[in-house]
């Protein structure tokens, strides 16, 4: 699994970054080609595409994702889902949505600038954990709820 930004796209395939934004879909159908497995092409409309599976456009996310250590929380999420004998292709949507949709609810109560990484693991884990209710949790002591 390759989790590339449109840089490091670009990079892997010879081209330029206004070639891969160009055409996403393509790209990321290139990237298979060439590398196999999965590929998550991170950008504004995520793309996961595999061999003999759709490609998957991941509507979930917001320009606070562009900072450090964001891919790292990805491929974390991914590697904690392969871990629980997710398939990589399903692994890699559920972490995209997971991942994103943590971000938009940060966004949505703090705002996207001066989004850290780390700032999206409290929510992370209310998204994967949805019917679990913190007695404890207290509102003023977490700014990254």
Do not use: W
């Amino acid at each position: 699994m390759i989790t590339p930004h449109p840089g490091e796209a670009a990079r892997l395939l010879g081209c330029s970054v206004a070639e891969i934004e160009s055409d996403r879909l393509l790209s990321a159908q290139r990237l298979v080609k060439r590398y196999g497995g999965v590929v998550v092409l991170k950008g504004a409309g995520t793309i996961i595409a595999a061999e003999h599976h759709p490609l998957a456009i991941i509507d979930a996310g917001n320009a606070g994702m562009a900072s450090g250590g964001m891919g790292d929380v990805l491929s974390g999420i991914i590697g904690a889902l392969l871990g629980q004998k997710f398939t990589p292709y399903d692994a890699a949507c559920v972490g995209c949505v997971a991942h994103g949709a943590a971000a938009d609810l940060l966004a949505a109560r703090y705002g996207a600038r001066g989004m850290l990484a780390t700032d999206l693991f409290t929510t992370l884990r209310r998204i994967v954990n949805p019917d679990v209710i913190d007695v404890n949790h207290d509102e003023s002591s977490n700014s990254a709820t």
